[in-house]
């Protein structure tokens, strides 16, 4: 009788294994308008790493001092966009305590953008569990407990890091996560101006990966996005197919308030089966909570529709109200869209400031962020005093 050995199991990754080696350099914490103004992302005192090899597994993750990473000048990264990424904030409540808002959906997201990348998918868990490690360190110092309604923001990056050039999936990988400032980009004065897409690029297509959280979604929007902002927009508002199907406002969810034809008030934003625009965390919550809090006054939709349909409703004054939604911009009212030769002027509220279904959406959001409300979708951080 033949036997067979079992090939032997690779480590997983594993946070409860974490070592920890603390800075001897601290560096001084910026206010946050010397944060905001800065060219380089201003990032706290450690990091966390874990490196992965795909006859072994993980490595102990690590908590050591910010600073730069070692890559060959082949490591697949840098030739065949092998990386993908999270954001996520960490929120100073008005009660001082630190917290995390919904951390597990970023985890499953990118397990999900690492195996469309050919990348391992790291465990959520343990990601969230390393996440609130780090925060654990460096929380405490970084935002302090007087700079309640302030953030931190969260980058879980996985890169691919073998150094073998062609095409293939990688053989080594490097998981780091690092946290830092970015400014608050959500109280524009005026609302989000957009401009369509130009209509020879797209931002997404149907069977690619614009469902995923890799770089090479975001690199090649930019030329549009600097065009834009010449002519004095802020954002692309993405439009796909023939028919100019309303996909994204830049990289965040876009979402708009009408009247339907029979009058009733509807909530639509674009739908997630056919894999062309990402499946934000704000989103997913704006939805369930508008079902949940509003169902009994507008309908929540997400089906395709299109800038005429858009076009069509402004013609007709049944336009109430937009908004983006994602990590970065938080909720963003959106007061005016420019397609072609067609200027869309969408209602803002008393003030210029969002309308009523924007400002209770921003505000249910910003009141589990904060604390303000106890939440299941919160995740307090303990931290070193």
């Not at 927009?233 to 439009?239: A, D, E, K, S």
Request: overall charge neutral; hydrophobic content about 35%.
């Amino acid at each position: 009788m033949t036997s067979f050995t079992s090939p032997q199991a690779t480590e997983p990754l594993d946070a409860s294994k974490l070592t920890y080696a603390y800075t001897t350099d601290p560096r001084d914490v910026p206010d946050e308008a010397t944060a905001a103004k800065s060219k380089d992302t201003i990032c706290t005192d450690h990091m966390i790493i874990a490196r992965w090899k795909k006859d072994i597994g993980w490595s102990t993750p690590e908590l050591k001092p910010y600073g730069p990473l070692s890559l060959l000048p082949t490591a697949s990264c840098l030739h065949y966009a092998h990386e993908c990424f999270e954001g996520l904030k960490a929120y100073r409540g008005d009660d001082g305590k630190l917290r995390l808002f919904r951390p597990d959906r970023n985890g499953i997201r990118l397990q999900m953008s690492a195996k469309r990348i050919s990348l391992p998918p790291a465990p959520a868990e343990e990601v969230e569990k390393l996440i609130i490690a780090l925060l654990h360190v460096d929380g405490a110092k970084w935002l302090p407990k007087q700079r309640f309604g302030e953030f931190l923001y969260i980058r879980p990056t996985i890169i691919g890091s073998n150094s073998q050039l062609g095409v293939q999936a990688p053989t080594e990988a490097l998981l780091y996560i690092i946290v830092g400032y970015m400014p608050r980009l959500d109280m524009m004065k005026g609302g989000k101006r957009l401009l369509t897409s130009p209509q020879d690029m797209v931002r997404s297509w149907v069977g690619g990966f614009g469902f995923a959280k890799v770089g090479a979604n975001y690199g090649p929007s930019v030329l549009a996005t600097q065009e834009a902002a010449i002519r004095g927009f802020h954002q692309v508002l993405w439009l796909y197919g023939a028919e100019g199907e309303c996909t994204e406002a830049g990289g965040s969810n876009f979402f708009l308030i009408w009247r339907r034809k029979d009058g009733r008030k509807e909530m639509i934003t674009a739908p997630l089966d056919d894999h062309l625009i990402l499946d934000g965390i704000t989103r997913r919550s704006c939805i369930e909570l508008a079902r949940e809090r509003l169902g009994d006054e507008l309908d929540i939709t997400e089906r395709k529709f299109t800038i005429g349909e858009v076009l069509e409703a402004s013609k007709e004054n049944r336009l109430v109200e937009s908004f983006a939604a994602g990590t970065a911009w938080f909720i963003t009212p959106i007061s005016h869209i420019r397609h072609r030769e067609h200027e869309i002027d969408i209602p803002m509220g008393q003030g210029d400031g969002p309308g009523e279904i924007t400002g209770k959406m921003k505000g249910w959001l910003g009141d589990i962020m904060y604390g303000r409300t106890e939440h299941k979708w919160a995740t307090i951080v303990s931290e070193k005093e």
